[in-house]
């Protein structure tokens, strides 16, 4: 039974809050479960290597797509997460006041 064990791994590895966190969860998870026809590459890529049709290869579609869309998001946040940081760096110009009227006042 493929379905519970991949509901089990997913379950395990959804509350990882960076892309390398989560690939080095599923990647521990996997190898536990040697038995699992399913691979991950370096890129969060899972692949099936059961038979394509059933019950199984249906569960294991439905997962890989959880984790292709819980990649996604982590990455999302991974990037706004930089790009807040450099709001953050621009805006404390002036220490004393941090708004961008002062960081205008300071370039013109």
């Known amino acids: 039974m493929t379905a519970p064990t991949l509901a089990r791994i997913l ?54 797509r959880t984790v292709a869309n819980l990649a996604g998001t982590l990455a999302d946040l991974d990037r706004h997460a930089q790009v807040y940081g450099l709001a953050r760096e621009f805006t404390r110009r002036d220490e004393t006041d941090t708004s961008l009227g002062a960081y205008s006042r300071e370039c013109c």
């Open 11 to 64: 379950a395990a590895v959804s509350d990882r809050r960076t892309p390398e966190a989560l690939h080095s969860a599923l990647q521990g998870a996997l190898a536990a479960h040697p038995d699992l026809p399913v691979t991950l590459d370096a890129d969060l890529g899972l692949h099936w290597h059961g038979a394509p049709d059933g019950e199984d290869a249906g569960a294991f579609h439905a997962f890989a």
